[in-house]
């Protein structure tokens, strides 16, 4: 089984997501965009293993911590899809942009495309591509749960922006309506902001996607 908690951090309340494997106590953590010491402290006191940092787009509000994590820990840091990279080696000019503290640089050890998988102890995440809040955004999900962590592609009630550079609205919103609700209604997602939701309950009220 994948256990998860969420731990929203930094001034943009950005959800981090801790996942683990209940049978191996191996872990990841999704999008850290800050707080170090606190995600170190609550992958200690779960009594977990960190193996990995796994990110969904190159935005500072995501990927803050992840370079002092790894002074920290040593694990690689897998995603996003490499489309994404101009983002991340942007990292100084994104601080200066949302006034966050300077952070560590970092580079990814694998870069994630459709298709590919990623372990999290013997629990395994799908990678599904879905640009158009950033070219390089991917989504991960965990089939057997009906679980998917989005990042900022789909909100409860919203939508990512696509006013970044190499955003474009018409391509996110096709990512959602090809890629993501077609997985089922009954999937629920933890968003990169907010309260998590269902793919059916956003296929029916969000204003977004009618």
Known sequence: MLNKITLPVTPFAQNCS???????????????????ERLLAAIAEHG?????????????DHVGATGELVANTGVPIIGPGKDDAF?????????QMFGFDPVSGFTP??????????????EQLDVYH?????P???????????LAFVG???????VGRS?????????????????????????????GHGPESTFGHERQHNPYLR
């Open 18 to 36: 801790l996942v683990w494997c209940s049978a191996t106590n191996q872990a990841a953590l999704i999008d850290p965009g800050g707080e170090t």
């Open 48 to 60: 977990l293993t960190l193996e990995s940092i796994l990110l969904t787009h190159g935005h500072l």
């Open 87 to 95: 983002w991340i080696e942007a990292l100084d000019q994104q601080v």
């Open 109 to 122: 050890d694998r870069w994630l495309s459709q298709g590919d998988t990623v372990s999290v102890g013997n």
């Open 130 to 134: 879905c640009p158009g809040h950033t």
């Open 136 to 146: 390089g955004h991917v989504v991960l999900v965990h089939e057997a749960q009906k």
């Open 152 to 158: 900022d592609v789909l909100f409860n009630g919203g």
């Open 163 to 191: 006013d970044f550079p190499r955003g474009d609205h018409a391509t996110l919103i096709n990512a959602i309506l090809t890629t993501l609700l077609p997985l089922g209604d009954e999937f629920t997602f933890v968003p």
